[in-house]
């Protein structure tokens, strides 16, 4: 079992920054990270993930080149640093894990354990 709990979501102008962090914990060894949002209405959509061993990273087109993912196994953390956020950007952000692949998914059933989700919402 892996438990996820994110925190940092907020109120942000749009242009600003904001930096989510999702603690985990269990048996994560070996477990890809992902973030995923879901605005009202609409369905889940992935964001970026970070694999477990090899420092490489993925990102979704809408985020590219504005967010970063960062894990931190020794702390078992994972952070999503959110820059020059748009008010589209607004959504419940979650933390997911996978194991057994050997890229991490991009899609929602790709992911076993889930948090709760943190809510972001960005002003225009």
């Known amino acids: 079992q892996v438990q996820l709990v994110e925190s940092g979501g907020g109120l942000v102008q749009a242009g600003g920054s904001l930096t989510l962090s999702c603690a985990t914990s269990?048996?994560?060894?070996?477990?890809?990270l992902a973030w995923f949002r879901q605005a009202p209405g609409k369905e889940r959509e992935f964001v970026a993930a970070a694999s477990w061993i090899v420092r490489r990273t993925y990102y979704g087109d809408s985020v590219k080149g504005r967010f970063t993912i960062a894990r931190d196994n020794a702390k078992n953390t994972v952070y999503l640093q959110m820059n020059s956020l748009k008010p589209e950007d607004t959504a419940v952000y979650h933390c997911?894990?996978?194991?057994?692949?050997?890229?991490?998914?991009?899609?929602?059933?790709?992911?076993?354990?889930w948090g709760q989700g943190t809510q972001v919402i960005v002003s225009s």
């Open positions: 269990g048996r994560t060894s070996g477990h890809h």
């Open positions: 997911a894990a996978q194991a057994g692949r050997v890229v991490p998914g991009l899609e929602v059933f790709d992911y076993t354990y």
